[in-house]
């Protein structure tokens, strides 16, 4: 057993890897939904927002599961690009979009308490 297992690390940790993880699937699936949808939707400047968020997410949840020194810096922006986000999606006032928004919104705060650690 290694000290990088969820057991050892702190909870606040354990939920934000949960929340990063489900912020890039959420962003993903949002991107399928957006580019089936067309117009506005299917914008490159949104769906290139809605890609980094995806990626940075992963990178972030991946930073704190390998106990990488640096993963304050990586949730830090981590937490900028899902507010980012979640205000791009939020201005679509659709179901879809606000619930992305919303995981978005979730993720940027547990990235943002861990960056402030």
């Known amino acids: 057993m290694t000290h990088h297992s969820a057991e050892h690390r702190p909870q606040a940790m354990n939920d934000c890897i949960d929340n990063c993880t489900q ?3 959420i962003c ?5 939904y957006c580019l089936e949808k067309g117009g506005k939707h299917a914008a490159p400047e949104h769906i290139a927002l809605l890609t980094s968020c995806a990626d940075i997410c992963a990178t972030s949840a991946s930073a704190m599961l390998r106990g990488s020194a640096v993963h304050p ?3 830090g ?3 900028q690009v899902c ?3 979640a205000a791009d999606c939020e201005a679509m006032a659709d179901p879809e979009m606000t619930h992305c928004a919303e995981i978005c919104r979730r993720c940027a705060q547990s990235c943002a308490a ?3 650690q």
């Open 83 to 85: 507010d980012q986000c």
């Open 114 to 116: 861990m960056a402030a």
């Open 73 to 75: 810096v990586i949730c």
């Open 28 to 32: 993903l699936e949002t991107i399928n």
């Open 23 to 25: 912020c890039h699937a």
């Open 77 to 79: 922006a981590c937490a």
